[in-house]
């Protein structure tokens, strides 16, 4: 069974400064996805990384992947209170259906 | 585009009654996922569905649970007799198909059992 695992589940952030999230998985894929959900609300789709190696950057978030390693980091550069969200990574192991495995969220708080 | 839209946004069900979310997909998209999401979890996989066929139910409860998504109108998951572990956020997406298509989530449909 595949298993993906965040951590940390709790990030309580300091404005200004640089934090990473990291997120491990137990089975080949080469297809990993990272979202944003606000409270009571849906998910936003933040980075789809498609190859080992895919680095891709919006804003303050950069998202890498590995596959050897089977890792993937989402890092947030001098934090805003604006990015105070839960933070999903999400493999998808036979890279043709969608059917998403879900790590368990990481919940950040940027305070001022 | 008005995206992913499901219904109800919220629904409070008495134990033992049935349920019924509704999810319309994007325009274009032919393909719907449902997902659900306990209190602090991440989402779990529940069924993959084209027009009028199942094509994976994998994460679906054997039992009291099934989906639909019929030729027309919104796809249905349907919950019957209701237990207070079925209170969960129930989520569709849809994806034009299959492949790198980044799944657009709806709103979500927050189902409260007493």
């Known amino acids: ?112 | 585009n008005a995206g992913v839209m499901q219904n109800p946004r919220h629904l409070v069900r008495r134990r033992g009654q049935e349920a019924r979310l509704r999810c319309s997909p994007m325009k274009g998209h032919s393909h719907v996922y449902w997902y659900r999401q306990l209190p602090e979890e991440g989402l779990k996989f529940m069924v993959y569905l084209q027009k009028e066929n199942i094509i994976d139910e994998s994460g679906m409860p054997k039992e009291r649970f099934s989906a639909e998504f019929p030729k027309e109108g919104p796809s249905i998951l349907r919950i019957q007799q209701v237990v207070r572990g079925d209170s969960a956020a129930y989520f569709c997406a849809s994806s034009p198909g299959v492949g790198a298509n980044v799944l657009t989530f709806g709103a979500g449909s927050r189902l409260t059992v007493l």
């Open chain 1, 1 to 112: 069974e595949l298993k993906v695992e965040q951590n940390p589940l709790f990030l309580s952030m300091q404005e200004g400064k640089n934090y990473t999230i990291y997120c491990n998985y137990s089975t080949t894929s080469d297809r990993l996805y990272w979202y944003r959900q606000d409270p009571g609300k849906s998910l936003e789709s933040l980075f789809v990384l498609l190859s080992n190696g895919a680095v891709k950057q919006e804003g303050r978030l950069m998202a890498s992947l590995d596959t050897k390693a089977r890792l993937s980091t989402l890092h947030i550069t001098a934090a805003v209170h604006d990015l105070s969200a839960t933070y999903f990574c999400a493999v998808d192991p036979e890279a043709a259906g969608n059917k998403l495995t879900f790590g368990g969220g990481t919940r950040v708080l940027v305070k001022p």
